[in-house]
């Protein structure tokens, strides 16, 4: 079945640094690819998303490139900000299969320090 | 993208009784979805609920335990059964849109504690 594995946490960082969390995928079909953030005490937030390879989706500095031929779709910011502390977690949709069910990472949680 | 309005947002329950969790959406849509996430742990999908048939439950979820109705295409409710501890968790409801394949919306979820 289709699944996402993403880079164990917590991840800290400090201010200013590059990010980069490793997502990547099994899928029999054709998904489209997103990264959700879920700031702390707060519901989930789509971040961005990619519907097909070699799309890159962008969003408040961050972005991540769908990669078919690796089966990735790492997520990445130049430089952090305290804000950024979050968990993030990606995640794929299939249609094919499972009936466009969102199915998600682990999650990795990201703090940044001043 | 829609709108979800989720309540609780939280709540303190004791072991033994229900909770209600509601979700009410500002346009119709044809699937809801609700998930749980236990502490620390990623998103596991519940159920989808479909207006005006039963609900489909993922493996290791029974209609027992998670009861869900689905009176009309804007809202959808969660009922927790016999609450133990280890049903903490926060329950997040989901719809599909945003304009583009596969995009969902999520609800800001309910953090539930079972004493």
């Known amino acids: 079945g289709n699944s996402v594995t993403q880079m164990e946490g917590p991840v800290t960082l400090s201010e200013e640094a590059f990010l980069t969390i490793n997502c990547t995928y099994t899928?029999?079909?054709?998904?489209?690819l997103f990264w959700y953030v879920q700031y702390p005490g707060e519901g989930l937030q789509l971040l961005l998303k990619?519907?097909?390879?070699?799309d890159k989706g962008s969003n408040k500095g961050f972005e991540a490139t769908y990669r078919k031929e690796t089966t990735s779709f790492h997520l990445e910011k130049g430089s952090v900000q305290v804000s950024d502390s979050a968990v993030y977690f990606c995640?794929?949709?299939?249609?094919?299969?499972?009936?466009?069910?969102?199915?998600f990472g682990q999650g990795t949680e990201l703090s940044v320090k001043p | 993208s829609a709108v979800i309005s989720q309540k609780p947002s939280r709540d303190i329950c004791q072991r033994g009784t229900s909770l209600t969790i509601q979700c009410q959406v500002d346009?119709?849509?044809?699937?809801m979805f609700w998930y749980r996430q236990q502490p620390g742990q990623s998103l596991t999908l519940i159920a989808t609920?479909?207006?005006?048939?039963?609900?489909?439950?993922e493996s290791g979820f029974v209609i027992d335990k998670f009861p869900i109705s689905r009176p009309n295409l804007t809202f959808s409710t969660l009922t927790v059964s016999n609450m133990s501890p280890e049903d903490s968790s926060i329950y997040l409801c989901?719809?599909?849109?945003?304009?583009?394949?596969?995009?969902?919306?999520f609800g800001s979820g309910t953090r539930l504690t079972v004493v």
């Open positions: 989901s719809v599909e849109g945003g304009g583009f394949p596969g995009g969902y919306t």
């Open positions: 899928a029999t079909g054709y998904p489209s």
């Open positions: 990619a519907t097909k390879a070699d």
């Open positions: 995640a794929l949709s299939a249609l094919e299969n499972q009936g466009g069910k969102l199915i």
């Open positions: 346009s119709q849509v044809t699937m």
């Open positions: 609920a479909n207006q005006g048939s039963e609900a489909t439950y």
